[in-house]
């Protein structure tokens, strides 16, 4: 800012690599001390005076500063340089003792707590009684007798709890500071923010040290927070929240009710066109949405602080699309400022507006969407009770940075005072939270662990509400949710708003630019629909065990328990009809596209009843004198003699097919004959077999030469060529080391991630998430799921290995993926990179992918 011309109080910044040192090796850099003074002398000579001076005092603050935005999870100390001496050289040059008194008394809480370590809940205590005392209803109402008396009441308590006196040398408090800004890098709401927000821990904070400027010098002074568009929204125009005669940490922090950055237009007019030009600036500069801090001192405008702005998933595609039309940037950067996580959010349901009946509380729209849950007032309990699955809304008068784990474990936060530039607001937009900020007409007790509305209603811990964050309204009970304007969009093209034409020009962008094809994992004809709606290009995985459900276990228990061929060929028969008409559905819905139809996959147990139940239920009949039914008997004797200890690494996959006599035959033909009867029909029918749970070649070869020949024998019976290509998951280890002799016989390979995951981290997928992977994530083992996010370096050069090999033994080798990592934006970049050929997820995550693939090529 300084470099464009803008009017920045005079600093220095020390490094982030200063902070990395004094963090691995627990002493500052050599020469550090040196260069701070060598720094702080050039200041002295640009301002005139020296730090701390008795008659006028330099001030300076001191502020973190990381790579990545990190909203108030690392510490700011401000006021630097007052001591006993220089607080009356303040009083006297500033023409103002009660300002004096309050910056001094504003330096000791902040030093006290930062660098001190002193419980902050202390010095809010002290102040909060002297407020009962003094009968004020804020801050502004105390005199500067009265904060005299604080800054005497706050060394008390720093020299009670710390066992030190608040040091008066003004270099000791320079020093000091900087070196508790370092440490505040580790900070437990610090690490867990990053660990949120995927920032790597080991790139340290730069620390800048600034001449203070006043906004508490008056009422023509103040500070304000400001965006050069709505972050919530996207729409043009300065945003921000004002506060008259206050220092910064007080908007954000909503101790006061901020007034709209508009108000500042009346109030000083100067300052508010110099600060719009001055937006205009640096928006232009940085060709992005700006957040900037600002202070008017006296009259006269300073710009403390900008980065680009942490904004909600609307405004991040209208924004995007708005720069592009403006020519600012291209499609493909346009396409980098949105995100797939983003999309995600956008198609989430919406408060059904014909359901909400009266509103209990409005306030700010600060973070929006919608959520369902129990109020809760600290955030101990958000944590605890969502730990349990309960989905809560997280209450408070103010959040603070410690209210982090709260924040993250709860559904939305509703916060009784700050507006959109607060705490809450800045890190619910930034984590995609529900927030709404500010609600007045609430008051919040978070003591007794309610709050009251205008009219009366209490509303205690437990409660359900329901969280309207982009109309800024809660409402009692559970609101039902209908489709948000952005899935009305994919699902049918309707163009309701801006925000959904923005996704539209980003989705059409991120196809016109992607390499990689995305299918859905779908097994009904509905799911197929949308999917293809979604913009799929085929199915990439059609798990047919979902297949044998419902009503059809009936038929599947037949052919578990069958004795003699004859009966389990009786029940096949069964099954085939039903089988033929599933794969008929898939193949209409995604007529012309690619269906790839899994074998049988799960163990044959999954399709029993539960052992023990079954056991009680039977001994029961037994003991009272009865009989029990036949066939209970028979299927308690199969579900016994099925019994595995690892069902996950037993009879399952490509094992059942090859020892289940009939069972490839029956799925392989009623796939044929659905082929036939679409081909017939003048469709376009595109099916393709997969064999799960390959482990060697020879397991494939065995299946295919049986898909062949029931293939041949259908092609045979009805006239008509039936040509599927046949290929394989690769899902254990084992299958990818090998993958050059498996691609003999495999015309594709599909990635399959969730199997691959847990056979070669040794992790069972349906214990673990539960069992220790929170604790896995505290102790940075990794820092997100596996199961989630594609770990690259094992699971990832298992992959890698198996599309060398397999492509350098088979030229032409389709590949692609069909785990859960096939939606996961991450991931999609990583098989992006390996050149796979395609991505299949979930209907609901084709969009996501889609937009994440054409992300992945810039
Ligand atoms: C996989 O293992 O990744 C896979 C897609 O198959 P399933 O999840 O059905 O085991
Ligand atoms: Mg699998």
């Given at each position: 800012m300084s470099r464009l011309g803008l009017p920045v109080p005079p600093g220095f910044t020390v490094s982030t690599e200063a902070c990395r040192t004094f963090l691995t090796t627990g002493e500052e850099p050599a020469g550090l001390s040196a260069e701070i003074s060598r720094y702080l002398s050039a200041l002295e000579t640009t301002t005139g005076r020296l730090l701390g001076q008795p008659d006028d005092p330099l001030l300076v603050s001191v502020r973190s500063g990381a790579r990545f935005s990190m909203p108030g999870m690392m510490e700011t100390v401000l006021?630097?340089?007052?001591?006993d001496e220089s607080v009356l050289g303040l009083a006297k040059v500033s023409g103002s003792e009660r300002f004096a008194w309050d910056s001094y008394r504003r330096l000791v809480q902040m030093y006290g707590t930062t660098?001190?370590?002193?419980?902050p809940a202390l010095f809010d205590e002290a102040m909060t009684l002297l407020k009962a005392a003094r009968d004020a209803s804020d801050d502004l109402r105390l005199d500067a007798g009265d904060l005299a008396w604080l800054v005497e009441t706050y060394k008390r308590l720093i020299r009670d709890e710390a066992g030190r006196d608040f040091p008066q040398s003004p270099a000791e408090q320079l020093h000091e500071a900087i070196l508790a800004v370092f440490r505040s890098w580790n900070a437990e709401r610090a690490r867990l923010y990053r660990r949120r927000e995927h920032i790597p821990d080991d790139l340290g904070t730069a620390v800048t040290v600034q001449r203070m400027v006043f906004?508490?010098?008056?009422?023509d002074s103040g500070s304000g927070v400001a965006f050069t568009r709505d972050p919530a929204t996207g729409r043009p125009g300065l945003y921000g929240d004002y506060l008259p005669n206050a220092q910064g940490e007080d908007v954000v922090s909503g101790v006061r009710d901020a007034v709209a950055l508009a108000e500042l237009e009346h109030l000083d007019p100067v300052s508010y066109r110099r600060l719009r030009d001055h937006a205009q600036t640096l928006e232009r500069h940085y060709r992005d949405l700006c957040d900037i801090e600002f202070t008017i001192e006296r009259g006269t405008l300073w710009m403390l602080q900008t980065r680009v702005g942490k904004r909600t998933a609307e405004a991040a595609f209208a924004i995007a699309a708005e720069l592009v039309e403006e020519g600012l940037i291209s499609a493909d950067e346009g396409l980098a400022r949105v995100s797939g996580d983003g999309l995600a959010r956008l198609m989430f349901p919406r408060f059904d507006s014909a359901a909400t009946g009266e509103p209990l509380a409005h306030g700010v729209p600060a973070s929006p969407g919608a959520a369902v849950g129990a109020a809760v007032f600290d955030s101990a309990e958000a944590v605890r009770r969502a730990a349990t699955g309960e989905k809560v809304v997280l209450v408070r008068e103010e959040t603070t940075p410690d209210d982090l784990p709260g924040m993250v474990a709860a559904q939305a936060v509703l916060t009784g005072r700050g507006g959109k530039t607060s705490h809450a607001a800045v890190v619910a937009r930034g984590m995609g939270k529900v927030c709404v900020c500010g609600a007045q007409d609430i008051a919040v007790n978070g003591g007794a662990r309610r709050f009251t509305t205008r009219d009366g209603t209490v509303i205690e811990e437990g409660t359900v509400v329901s969280v309207d964050g982009s109309a800024g309204v809660v409402y009692l009970g559970p609101v039902p949710l209908v489709a948000s304007a952005a899935m009305r969009y994919l699902e049918?093209?309707?163009?309701?708003?801006s925000v959904v034409c923005a996704v539209g020009r980003a989705l059409d962008h991120a196809d016109a630019v992607r390499r990689l094809e995305v299918r859905a994992n779908a097994d009904t004809p509905e799911d197929a629909a949308r999917a293809r709606r979604f913009?799929?290009?085929?199915?990439?995985?059609?798990?047919?065990?979902?297949?044998?459900?419902?009503?059809r276990r009936k038929l599947v228990e037949d052919m578990i328990v069958a004795r003699t061929d004859t009966d389990r060929d009786q029940a096949l028969a069964a099954l085939l009809p039903l089988q033929r008409k599933d794969f008929t559905g898939l193949l209409r819905a995604m007529d012309g596209l690619p269906v790839t139809i899994r074998l049988l996959d799960p163990p044959l147990h999954e399709f029993l009843p539960e052992r023990t139940g079954l056991a009680v239920r039977i001994a029961a009949i037994e003991a009272a004198g009865g009989q029990p039914e036949p066939h209970d008997v028979e299927l308690l004797d199969a579900v016994n003699r099925m019994h595995e200890e690892n069902p996950m690494l037993g009879l399952r996959g490509v094992r059942l097919g090859l020892v289940v006599p009939g069972l490839v035959t029956m799925q392989v033909r009623a796939i044929a004959e659905a082929v036939v009867e679409r081909t017939r029909a003048g469709g376009s029918p595109q099916a393709e077999i997969m064999v799960p749970l390959v482990g060697a070649v020879e397991e494939l070869r065995l299946a295919h030469e049986e898909v062949t020949r029931v293939l041949a024998e259908v092609g045979g019976e009805t006239g008509v060529t039936v040509r599927c290509p046949v290929g394989t998951m690769i899902e254990l280890p084992r299958a990818a080391l090998t993958a050059g002799r498996i691609a003999e016989e495999a015309e594709f390979f599909s990635f399959g991630t969730n199997d691959l995951t847990q056979t070669t981290w040794g992790f069972s997928r349906d214990d673990v998430e539960a069992a220790f992977f929170s604790a896995y994530l505290d102790k940075g083992v990794f820092a997100a799921s596996p199961f989630e996010t594609l770990d690259r370096e094992g699971v990832g050069r298992l992959v890698r290995i198996a599309v060398e090999e397999g492509r350098a033994a088979h030229p032409g080798l389709e590949t692609g993926v069909c785990g859960e990592h096939g939606g996961d934006p991450e991931s999609i970049h990583f098989f992006h990179a390996t050149g796979l050929d395609y991505v299949s997820c979930s209907p609901f995550r084709v969009p996501v992918a889609r937009l994440e693939a054409g992300r992945a090529t810039l």
């Open positions: 006021d630097i340089g007052l001591n660098v001190m370590g002193v419980d906004g508490n010098l008056g009422p049918s093209g309707e163009q309701a708003d913009g799929a290009q085929g199915i990439g995985l059609c798990r047919t065990e979902h297949m044998f459900l419902g009503e």
